[in-house]
């Protein structure tokens, strides 16, 4: 088994894409046309890779009565404005197709609705790069997702979509998909990752707080996608019998 066929699973939102406003704006949008009151620029940018519910609920103070309308507001004005905002972050085209080139499976797990994702990814040309793209269901509830094949179950949360991309992993190759690594912006990721087994590498381009993912465990901290390639690619490079969660971090590359 060469390094190069072990797996990496991808968070969206703060690790390949860069919004740029195109969520953030669209809840603001959403809970304008509704009278209620917008957060802060850095409390909406916090909502960013979270269950959107769950950032309406707890950070918003959307009422439960009006979460639906709101949701439903905010995917409208995502779609038709909000996805053409959105960029890849420098580097992230040619780290991803460098490790297709190289016989490297890719995957994407995400909050994000998983039909969702699929167009964003599709808008950004890269969609085709990826053996497997999970998410959340269209209505954010759990046990699906658009395009999800129903006949596999996924657990509500972060930690069940990092599983159902695993699983798709695993189907096609099951020595080495227990050897993926998770990359991801916010603590969730890293939370998602432990659940399955995995470590999490932290990018530091993305949404977290300072500290957040220092404190999650992720088990390294980049900031640029040479590190990240560079990284990958030295855990990647261990004996399988390597686990993870032995390599010790200073909190950078």
Known sequence: MTHTTVPVIF?????LVDPAGGITGGIAAALTELGLPVPDKSRLDAMIG??????????????????????????????????????????IRALLEDFVAAGRPIA???????GLAR???AHHGIAGLFHSIRGS??????????????AVPVPEGKAGIVAAALADLAA?????????????????????????????????????????????????IVHTTTALHATITRLAGRPATTALNEVHTDGNV
């Open 119 to 121: 167009t964003v990814l």
């Open 50 to 91: 979270p269950k959107l519910s769950h950032s309406l609920t707890e950070v918003a103070g959307v009422p439960a009565a009006l979460l639906e309308d709101v949701i439903r507001i905010y995917r409208a004005h995502y779609a038709a404005t909000g996805i053409a905002q959105s960029r890849l972050y420098p580097g």
């Open 172 to 220: 096609a190759s099951p020595a080495t998909a227990g050897r993926a690594v998770m990359v991801g912006d916010r603590a969730q990721d890293v939370a998602g990752a432990a659940a399955n087994g995995l470590e999490c590498i932290g990018v530091g381009w993305g949404f977290a707080p300072d500290g957040e993912l220092q404190a999650a465990g992720a088990v390294e």
């Open 108 to 114: 994407v797990a995400t909050q994000k609705p998983e």
């Open 137 to 150: 269901a269209a209505d954010e509830a759990a046990g699906g997702a658009g395009g999800r094949r129903e």
């Open 11 to 15: 968070d969206l939102d703060g690790t």
